[in-house]
């Protein structure tokens, strides 16, 4: 059964019997396209081993879909509720990996059992409705009676088409396995990564420095002027490999990120870059740690990619943390056609963030603009509050 119990989000806007009359009507005349709908899958599907089969399945499927989403929108409003959309996004590739993700969306099943109770039982009500309507003598029962008629059908479509507490704990498990195992794969990467910088950086400059003084320690006796000199060239030596050191050290935590916070550290890189970038919003307090370091990374990320692919003349930043979700969002007005699959950066981002929970999404059309929305489920400590917790990351709720 499905959970409907959250609340109300539109009281004061439900709609009255004459929306819900409008409404039933709507839902008496989904009558054709359903059955449409349900021909089209039925015989594609005997079809099936021929081309034109699943291109009926799949038109079926569409119209079967289109309709279940509407319903999905009334049923919300009826009962005051939000319903968000719960199919899973169509992978790229041409209509038969389209089909085929269809098919293993569970969603998919249940809106073809929705369609049954919405050309049965489900019609006769919205049919009723509006009979009720129409007729002078009974028009006392339509006001008042309305209301309870489609608040009826309304949660019996949402026990179709939304799924239940049960298999929403199912699919956070499922994406919680998932994402656990992408933060170890990107931990172990990052390992390697830090490896191998200080081993070409940091190791063969120390190496070099070590090799100088035991050199200059042969010279001393012999050449005190050629010593010296190989001493010099260790200590210019060892301050490269300071330097280098610093540059791992930035790479890990930058120090702009400790003094300042993610708001000023975004500030700084904004500086940085050669094309403006406008930041807007702020942050009231600190974040925790690990997703300071996280989230700004991704920021980076974002504004070196607009830097090297998108040609644009402006950028811009927007920071703010809202309902106990950190949000970023950055933009450019260029070319547009960012596509994370077609990269190591932002999937790289993606996968940092899911190991908090949270999620980076890219909308960027031919010709722009692109917009990457980044967003954290997370707690902001008070700035003078040294006993904040700031190194645990609060969770999203399951
Ligand atoms: N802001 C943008 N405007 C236009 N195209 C973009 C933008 N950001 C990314 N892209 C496109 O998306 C692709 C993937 O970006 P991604 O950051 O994943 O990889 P990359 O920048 O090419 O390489 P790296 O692994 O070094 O980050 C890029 O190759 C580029 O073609
Ligand atoms: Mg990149």
Redesign the pocket.
Same mark, same amino acid.
């Given at each position: 059964m499905s959970d409907l119990s959250a609340p109300p989000s539109a009281e004061s806007a439900r709609p009255g019997p004459l929306r819900l009359t409008a409404y039933a009507g709507e839902q008496v005349l989904w009558l054709v396209p359903l059955l449409l709908g349900l021909v089209l899958f039925v015989v594609g599907g005997v079809l099936a081993i021929i081309w034109v089969g699943i291109a009926l399945v799949l038109g079926g499927l569409l119209v079967v879909r289109g309709i279940a989403d509407r319903q999905r929108r009334i049923a919300g409003r009826v009962l005051g509720i939000d319903v968000p959309s719960p199919y899973r996004p169509a992978p790229p590739g041409g209509p038969l990996v389209r089909l085929w993700s269809m098919i293993g969306d569970p969603m998919t099943w249940r809106d073809l059992g929705w369609l049954l109770w919405a050309i049965t039982a489900g019609w006769v009500i919205s049919l009723l409705v509006v009979v009720l309507m129409v007729a002078v003598a009974t028009l006392f029962f339509w006001w008042f009676g309305t209301p309870h008629l489609m608040a009826v059908r309304s949660r019996v479509d949402l026990t179709f088409l939304t799924y239940g507490a049960t298999e929403r704990l199912e699919q956070r498990v499922a994406a919680l396995t998932r994402s656990r195992a992408e933060a170890v794969d990107h931990s172990a990467a990052e390992l390697r990564r830090l490896e191998r910088d200080l081993h070409d950086g940091t190791q063969a400059r120390l190496v070099a420095v070590s090799m100088s003084l035991g050199m200059a320690e042969a010279q001393f006796e012999d050449d005190p002027e050629a010593a010296r000199r190989t001493v010099s060239e260790a200590r210019e030596a060892t301050s490269a490999a300071i330097a280098d050191l610093r540059s791992v050290v930035r790479g890990i935590h930058p120090p702009v990120l400790a003094d300042r916070g993610l708001d000023g550290a975004v500030r700084a890189l904004a500086l940085d870059m050669a094309v403006p970038v406008e930041v807007s919003g702020g942050l009231s307090g600190r974040l925790p740690l690990p997703i300071e370091s996280a989230v700004y990374f991704a920021v980076a990320?974002?504004l070196?990619?607009?830097a090297?692919?998108?040609g644009?003349e402006h950028a811009w930043v927007e920071l703010g943390h809202r309902d106990g979700v950190l949000r970023v969002v950055v933009g450019?007005d +260029?070319?547009?056609?960012?596509?994370?699959d077609? +990269?190591?950066?932002?999937? +790289?981002v993606m996968r940092r963030l899911a190991a908090f929970d949270g999620t980076m999404a890219v909308s960027?059309p031919a010709g722009?603009p692109?917009v990457v929305t980044l967003e954290v489920p997370c707690a902001l400590s008070d700035p003078h509050d040294s006993s904040s917790p700031r190194t645990t990351p609060s969770s999203a709720p399951a």
């Open positions: 990320e974002c070196a990619n607009a090297k692919h998108a644009h450019d +260029g070319r547009g056609g960012a596509d994370p077609a +990269g190591t950066g932002m999937r +790289g960027s722009g692109t």
